[in-house]
Each structure stands twice: as C-alpha cells, then as structure tokens.
C-alpha cells in the first residue's frame, strides 16, 4: 500500500480526537452502493478490506482512512439521443415546439427514468492523518477528488480546519529557477521531464518528456519568460516524483533505498505487510515535507 500522489493539507488546528471519537465519526458516513435515483455515492470504507469493518486503520500514530465513490454511468449520447426521440413524439403529439423550460423537464425525467438502469463504477481514495506533523495527506493527482474526501471528512467530523498547502514562493517561480541555473538545491536531483507555460494570454505549453532538460532549446523557451508549471524530480535518492504548479506530487515512486528497507520487512501477513508499508511510507514523507517546503519559502501561515 504506496501512495502513488499526494494532495497536502494542512490541519490548521490540533487533532484532539481519540482513534475510537474518530471511528464513530466515520461510521455516520460509512460507504452504501447508490440507491435506485442516486447517481453517486460516497462514504467511508475498511482501510483493510475483507471482513474488516473498522473504518480507520492506526500505525505508529499515522491513521489510514478509505474513502469509497460509487457512481452512475449515463453516457450523455445515450441521454441526449433519448430526449430527442421523446421531444420529437411529443411535439409531434402536442401539435407545438416546447419550451426551452418543457425540454429540461423532458431531460430531467429521463435522466430519472434511466438512472435505476445504468452500470455503477467504484474507485477508492485513501488518505491519512497526521495528527502530530498537522498533515492531511490524500493520494489523489485530482485536487477535486481530494476536496471530495476532505469534504467527507468535514461532514462526518461536524468541521475540519485543513486548507491545501500555501508556500511563500510560487512552485513555478521556484521551479523555473532550478531549472534556468541549473544548480538545484542539495538532496535535489531534476530528471528527464517538465512543462513550460507562457505566462501571456495565449498560455502555450511546452512539454518535454525522457528529455535533457539542460540542452539549449529549454534555455531559450526560459529566457523568453516561460515557466516551469510540472518538474521531475529526485529527492535524496529515495523518491523520484512530479511537482506541479499547485504543490501537488504525482507520480511518486520510493526508490531503492526505500524498496530495501521493504525487501527486509517482506511478511506472508498481509497485515503485517500494510503495517511495515505504511510505516515506511508515512516515516518518509514526515521527514520529506518540512525542509522540502523550506525550499519554496515555508508555508504561509494560516
């Protein structure tokens, strides 16, 4: 169990609630399937899966949560081509054009009519607490989905202070620096990929993939005052990852320093595993985040 993304927030105030305060929290929202009309779904789920039924799962004070999204496929062709059908029969019945307002209602209708037939399709967030580092860390490359999950939390825990991470230098003023000198700071290597934007109206992208980023046809879109928007990067040999203009982490692999402490641990328990996993990880990036933040100027105080 390895985060592959991270969507950071900060919890603003302390988390004072006890692991049993906070399942019963959790267990007002827990995940149900879609209903007959309901196009989604989302709720807490069994970090461990299986038979579990705890809706939390606590290692070394780290606390996994699962958040589970069912949701109703209706393919807007589908609907479209059966509101045309029904706008045609009906006029052709009534005698008239309807309105703008009797097609909507005609939409409406349909969407209801189908909804109980379409496919369903679940996917999982996961996401875990820090209540001693203050963080909320959510594996998601979408800060969409992540503010679903936070707004979950929110709903199940009555409020949450957690706002996403703000640091004093933009991440692309920052990012664009490195990448125009050159000279990265210690513990950080740049690899082979990013995407340059033009900061004018028409925002063209320039995108670079298993490239030397050092040739000087990146030096030239640079010194024409694009910026660095997404950059690979290697942090202390230990993790290799995606950094993007809105502090988000995508990508995130843990290198061979990592997978060796994982090759010790290797368990046929597959709880056990998790644990030795999520410890690892969680020991990580607790280090990783504050002198990493450092480097685009702290964050900036709530």
């Given at each position: 169990m390895w985060f592959k993304n991270l969507c950071?927030?900060?919890?603003?105030?302390?988390?004072?609630?006890?692991?049993?305060?906070?399942?019963?929290?959790?267990?007002?929202?827990?995940?149900?399937?879609?209903?007959?009309?309901?196009?989604?779904?989302m709720g807490w789920s069994p970090p461990l899966g299986g038979t579990s039924e705890?809706?939390?799962?606590?290692?070394?004070?780290?606390?996994?949560?699962?958040?589970?999204?069912e949701e109703r496929v209706l393919p807007t062709s589908v609907i479209n081509e059966m509101v045309q059908e029904k706008i045609i029969a009906t006029e052709d019945q009534q005698g008239y054009k309807l309105s703008k307002k009797e097609r909507t209602k005609l939409k409406d209708d349909t969407i209801?009519?189908?909804?109980?037939?379409?496919?369903?399709?679940?996917?999982?967030?996961?996401?875990?607490?820090d209540p001693q580092g203050g963080w909320l860390i959510i594996d998601s490359a979408s800060s969409?989905?992540?503010?679903?999950?936070?707004?979950?939390?929110?709903?199940?825990?009555?409020?949450?202070?957690?706002?996403?991470?703000?640091?004093?230098?933009?991440?692309?003023?920052?990012?664009?620096r490195w990448l125009t000198d050159a000279m990265p700071p210690q513990n950080i290597t740049i690899a082979d990929e990013c995407e340059l934007r033009s900061p004018d109206e028409s925002g063209g992208?320039?995108?670079?993939?298993?490239?030397?980023?050092?040739?000087p046809e990146i030096q030239q879109h640079l010194d024409k005052g694009k910026q660095v928007i997404k950059l690979a990067i290697t942090w202390s040999e230990r993790m290799a990852f995606i950094i993007d203009e809105h502090f988000i982490i995508k990508r995130l692999r843990f290198l061979d320093l990592i997978q060796d402490?994982?090759?010790?641990?290797?368990?046929n328990n597959e709880i056990e595993q998790l644990d030795a996993n999520f410890s690892i990880m969680t020991a990580e990036l607790a280090a990783f985040l504050p002198p990493f933040l450092e480097m685009f100027g702290g964050e900036v105080k709530a």
């Open positions: 950071i927030f900060r919890l603003t105030d302390p988390f004072t609630l006890t692991n049993t305060e906070l399942e019963q929290q959790l267990n007002t929202l827990s995940f149900h399937p879609c209903g007959g009309h309901e196009p989604s779904s705890h809706l939390l799962h606590v290692c070394n004070g780290f606390i996994l949560l699962v958040a589970k999204k209801f009519e189908l909804l109980p037939k379409a496919f369903t399709f679940s996917k999982k967030f996961y996401a875990y607490l969409k989905n992540a503010e679903d999950v936070v707004s979950l939390l929110r709903q199940s825990l009555g409020s949450l202070q957690a706002i996403p991470i703000h640091t004093n230098e933009k991440p692309s003023t920052v990012m664009t992208i320039i995108r670079c993939k298993r490239h030397d980023l050092n040739v402490q994982i090759a010790d641990l290797e368990t």
